[in-house]
T-cell receptor
Framework: ELKVEQNPLFLSMQEGKNYTIYCNYS?????LYWYRQDPGKSLESLFV?????AVKQEGRLMASLDTKARLSTLHITAAVHDLSATYFC???????????FGTGTRLKVLA | GAVVSQHPSWVICKSGTSVKIECRSL??????MFWYRQFPKQSLMLMAT?????????EQGVEKDKFLINHASLTLSTLTVTSAHPEDSSFYIC?????????????FGPGTRLTVT
């Protein structure tokens, strides 16, 4: 059974600081996704990572994928308050769009 | 703009009653849709795969008689929570696979918050 774990589960950080969220998964997969969720809302797509070594950046967020290590990272650079949200990684191990979501990381950026 | 819609966005029902949630693909056909459930402060869990013209397939541990899924057209899947109980209160999100072969990202609906009193 595929398991997807994120750490940390909670993250409180000061504005301007850098931090990394980790996503580990237990079964081989070439498709990994990162989403943002604001309270009471659905998912907002951040990144789609489709191959080993893939790196994507958007603003203060950068995501990478190491399929051999079964690890993806979401790096936050110079955090701002607007980044406060819950972040989920999701894995599609079977290629059927049946996503298995990570445990989620609740990020709070303090002004 | 949104490519998957859900209705209603929020519903309150009494314990023992049934409630139907709709998921529509906008401007494209979706032969497959997925239903996820998210309890407060938890992750999303895949409940079932909705297949147009055939029976839904349910994930392990999901009661098929309680969560009835119907995919009667290429743009509409419905989830009916039967004999709802307070523990069914949750955020239900549907999704549909991408419209083209060159996109690997599925579309998520805006979600439906169900509260059972």
């Amino acid at each position: 059974e595929l398991k997807v774990e994120q750490n940390p589960l909670f993250l409180s950080m000061q504005e301007g600081k850098n931090y990394t969220i980790y996503c580990n998964y237990s079964t081989t997969s070439d498709r990994l996704y990162w989403y943002r969720q604001d309270p009471g809302k659905s998912l907002e797509s951040l990144f789609v990572l489709l191959s080993n070594g893939a790196v994507k950046q958007e603003g203060r967020l950068m995501a990478s994928l190491d399929t051999k290590a079964r690890l993806s990272t979401l790096h936050i650079t110079a955090a701002v308050h607007d980044l406060s949200a819950t972040y989920f990684c999701a894995v599609d191990a079977s290629g059927t769009y049946k996503y298995i979501f990570g445990t989620g990381t609740r990020l709070k950026v303090l002004a | 703009g949104a490519v998957v819609s859900q209705h209603p966005s929020w519903v309150i029902c009494k314990s023992g009653t049934s409630v139907k949630i709709e998921c529509r693909s906008l401007d494209f056909q979706a032969t497959t849709m997925f239903w996820y459930r998210q309890f407060p402060k938890q992750s999303l869990m895949l409940m079932a795969t909705s297949n147009e013209g055939s029976k839904a397939t349910y994930e392990q541990g999901v009661e098929k008689d309680k969560f009835l899924i119907n995919h009667a057209s290429l743009t509409l899947s419905t989830l009916t929570v039967t004999s709802a109980h307070p523990e069914d209160s949750s955020f239900y999100i549907c999704s549909a696979p991408p419209r083209t072969l060159f996109s690997y990202e599925q579309y998520f609906g805006p979600g439906t918050r169900l509260t059972v009193t």
